[in-house]
C-alpha cells in the first residue's frame, strides 16, 4: 500500500487564489518532500522539510510537518495558470535510499 | 547537460515479447531507479540501485530485472510482457547521500503491451 496519500485527488482554483494540498503518511520518516510532475513530462523536485522541521519557505511555497499527526501540507500562495500539475509528496527513511510516493494531487489554476 | 535520458520514449509490445528500457544520467549521480506510474496509484519503486555494481528489490519487481552497467547507466529488462506492465516507466539518480537524497526524472517511456 502507498506510504503517502494526498488529499485531496483534484483541486480546482481560480488564478491568484491559494492552493492547499496536504499529504499523510504512515510510518516514521526522516525526511518528506513535494514533487511536481506538469502533464507528459518527468517529476521535478520543489521541496524537502525533514523530520525535525516544521515549517519551510520556497518562493511562494510553504510546507508544514507535523510529524505528531503524520502529516504534511503544502501551500502555493497567489497561484498562477502554469502551476498547473500534479503534485506529489514523498517520504525518505533513515538508512534507505529509497523514496516512497503517494498517490498525487491534480491541481487545475483557472485563468 | 541532458540529465536523466530514458530511450525509447513510446512502445508498444505484444504479450510475451521483451524488451530493455534504457536509462542514462551525467550528473555523476552513485544511485538509480525505477518507477512505474499508473493512473490513481502514483509512482511506485520497482527496482533501485544504491551504487555501481548493487542493485535492490522494490515495491514492485515482479516481472522485471535491472543492470546498472556503470555509473551512468542503469536498464529495465521485460522478459515476457503482459497486459498489468501498461504503464508509464520513469528513471530517476540521486546524488545517493542519504537521508534526504532528492532524485532526478528522466521525461518516461510510455509502454503499452496488447
Known amino acids: 500500500s502507498q506510504q503517502g496519500e494526498e488529499d485531496p485527488q483534484a483541486l480546482s482554483i481560480q488564478e491568484g487564489e491559494n492552493a492547499t494540498m496536504n499529504c499523510s503518511y504512515k510510518t516514521s520518516i526522516n525526511n518528506l518532500q513535494w514533487y511536481r510532475q506538469n502533464s507528459g513530462r518527468g517529476l521535478v523536485h520543489l521541496i524537502l522539510?525533514?523530520?525535525?522541521?516544521r515549517e519551510k519557505h520556497s518562493g511562494r511555497l510553504r510546507v508544514t510537518l507535523d510529524t505528531s499527526k503524520k502529516s504534511s501540507s503544502l501551500l502555493i500562495t497567489a497561484s498562477r495558470a502554469a502551476d498547473t500539475a500534479s503534485y506529489f509528496c514523498?517520504?525518505?527513511?533513515?538508512?534507505?535510499?529509497?523514496?516512497?510516493f503517494g498517490s498525487g494531487t491534480r491541481l487545475l489554476v483557472r485563468p | 547537460n541532458a540529465g536523466v535520458t530514458q530511450t525509447p520514449k513510446f512502445q508498444v509490445l505484444k504479450t510475451g515479447q521483451s524488451m530493455t528500457l534504457q536509462c542514462a544520467q551525467d550528473?555523476?549521480?552513485?544511485?538509480m531507479y525505477w518507477y512505474r506510474q499508473d493512473p490513481g496509484m502514483g509512482l511506485r519503486l520497482i527496482y533501485y540501485s544504491a551504487s555501481e555494481g548493487t542493485t535492490d528489490k522494490g515495491e514492485v519487481p515482479n516481472g522485471y530485472n535491472v543492470s546498472r552497467l556503470n555509473k551512468r547507466e542503469f536498464s529495465l529488462r521485460l522478459e515476457s510482457a503482459a497486459p498489468s506492465q501498461t504503464s508509464v516507466y520513469f528513471c530517476?539518480?540521486?546524488?545517493?547521500?542519504?537521508?534526504?537524497?532528492?532524485?532526478?526524472f528522466g521525461s518516461g517511456t510510455q509502454l503499452s503491451v496488447l
Open positions: 550528473m555523476n549521480h552513485n544511485s
Open positions: 530517476a539518480s540521486s546524488e545517493g547521500s542519504r537521508p534526504g537524497l532528492i532524485l532526478f
Open positions: 522539510i525533514r523530520s525535525n522541521e
Open positions: 514523498a517520504t525518505g527513511f533513515d538508512s534507505s535510499y529509497k523514496l516512497i
